[in-house]
């Protein structure tokens, strides 16, 4: 059922992006984004969750939580440069 909901949300997702973008393109004459800020930012997200991940499996396990909160950095920085570099130069 995890599978199957995953897909419905990735297809809506796809769906109201090319609905949009085919809308503003055609009575704006005007891009509004295209795929690479998507992947940085849900790359960023992945990071951030894979870094709490093995932040609190070694917190729980007396380990090294340095390399949780480096990956956490990374993907905050990650996607919070994607989205102001894109909210400047657009």
């Known amino acids: 059922m995890l599978v199957l909901s995953a897909v419905f949300i990735i297809s809506i997702v ?3 992006h090319s609905r949009i973008y085919g809308y503003s393109k055609k009575r704006y004459l005007y891009k509004i ?3 690479s800020p ?3 930012v849900i790359l960023g997200y992945a990071l951030v969750g894979f870094g709490y991940s093995l932040y609190s499996d070694a ?3 007396d380990g090294d939580i340095l ?3 480096s990956l956490i ?3 905050i ?3 919070l440069s994607t989205i ?3 909210l400047k130069h657009r």
């Open 14 to 16: 796809l769906f109201f």
């Open 33 to 35: 984004l295209g795929w």
């Open 38 to 40: 998507y992947i940085n």
């Open 59 to 61: 917190s729980l396990s």
């Open 67 to 69: 390399n949780g909160i």
């Open 73 to 75: 950095v990374i993907g």
């Open 77 to 79: 920085a990650l996607a």
């Open 84 to 86: 102001v570099f894109y």
